[in-house]
């Protein structure tokens, strides 16, 4: 099989990181993630290249990066966490930068166990009431979706009874037109968890998608359970957002009304990008404004 | 009928996961235990900035489903918002359930929330509306027999949406009266 050629995109994003990452597969363990063209990257970009990088590293590989030709995206890239995430398990053409400071257009956070949730929910909600104040019910929809998107990793992304490490992360862009939120993992993907429900056995990933965010599905057959990631996609469409979510070899895209499964590259475990428009969070100054 | 107050912003301002549902749940279950008879606890949410249908359905949901299927008999449970949106979630979880659950919003407006047939809907506003009522009152003001409407009240009843009270008739055997749990403006 030939290797994909070399792509070097401008931004890394949720439709340019689908175009990246069958390169970066071909080379796996040791792909060659050229960003020197880059000029912008959003939380999806980001985190898969985060869970690429462990994936590498676990294989006994790492990344090799071309880091970008512009110092502002290459220290806003150092200040986001990346290589502080892959923990030495990666190579540069260029010296990384020192003293840089956290991108302060970014909020990312790791999740091992459930008790990780509530600290980054406060924060994520302290940051969001003292930014948006008259944002009460936007800020309520989006830190009500980290909860629910968050607790589960720990509780769907490992099989039970097995110790394997999902890497649950989520990263908060204020970006200044949208809100973007991305929670990814490197779990056991939505059809393998949905797939543990015999009712659901032998499940594609396009069906798992279908299955759990329009129909509302759950591996667990008890009252009450299921249902979240619906909520949380109805939710995104009433407030004009838009919803991605990649599991596996399968994406969901809701935009507008309209929602589409289609197949992507495979990539283990689900990684879901919500965007919400700013003005959403921004209703209540724009009102006294107004 | 006396209310108890339990506030679920003990447990969080913005809240939660499964578990911390879970730990909420033995709570309020034990405040309903402790209830007198005809005794109602109202989970109230000022103080709550954000409240997860998870933590909802572990919290709220689950001592709901308990009650309707017959526990603590003589004990209710409804829920008071500051704001209708805070709910929204805590309403999914109830009709995913196929339960429901009175809320007081502002203190002012009484809404049911989950999945309530629409007859027994506009049968239990009535009652909150008028503050108690029974199956003659219910047939008369919503233009149904008696007997439709003393199922209605037997059916709310065993939702745990209204308290019953058996009352002697003048002319011998009992007339049923539905008591709303709430008395709003």
Known sequence: MTPAPLYAPRRLDVTTAER?????????????????????????????????????????????????ESARTRD?????????????????????PDGITAEPGFTTARVREEGDVRPIVDGIGERLEARFPFGEKANRLLVGAVIELLQNIPHHAA????????????????????????????????????????????????????AT???????????????????IR??????????????????FLQEDVDWSVGEVVSFPGVQISIRLPRTLFERGTEADDG | MKTRTILLAQFGTRVGTRSEGRAAQRKVWSELSSLPAEGILAADLAGVEVLSGSFADEAVVEPVARLVAGELPGRYLIARAPQEDLLEDLAAKLSLRKIALLAVVDGKACLPLGRLPPYLDESLRWIVAHGEATSGDLAQALGVSPRAAATRIAQLG?????????????????EHHARSLVSVD
């Open chain 1, 20 to 68: 990246a990452l069958p390169t970066w597969e071909a080379w796996f363990p040791r792909p060659l993630v050229d960003l020197s063209r880059l000029t912008r990257f959003d939380p999806f970009g980001l985190l898969l290249l985060v869970l690429l990088g462990q994936r590498c590293r676990e294989a006994g590989g790492r990344l090799r990066v071309l880091l970008p």
């Open chain 1, 76 to 96: 806003r890239l150092v200040g986001s966490g990346l290589f502080r995430y892959l923990e030495g398990a990666y190579w540069t053409d260029k010296p990384l």
């Open chain 1, 159 to 210: 099989l039970p009874g097995t110790e394997g490490d999902p890497f649950g992360l989520a990263c908060l862009e204020e970006d200044r037109d949208y809100l973007h939120l991305a929670i990814v993992d490197k779990g056991i993907g939505l059809a393998a968890s949905l797939g543990l429900n015999p009712r659901f056995r032998g499940i594609t990933a396009g069906q798992a998608l279908e």
């Open chain 1, 213 to 231: 965010l329009v129909g509302g599905a759950s591996r667990f057959d008890l009252p009450g359970r299921g249902g979240a990631l619906r909520r």
């Open chain 1, 234 to 251: 109805e939710a995104v469409v009433a407030s004009a957002g838009r919803f991605y979510v990649r599991s596996a070899g399968g994406a």
């Open chain 2, 158 to 174: 065993a939702l745990r949406l209204v308290h019953i009270v058996a009352r002697p008739r003048s002319v011998g055997g009992v």
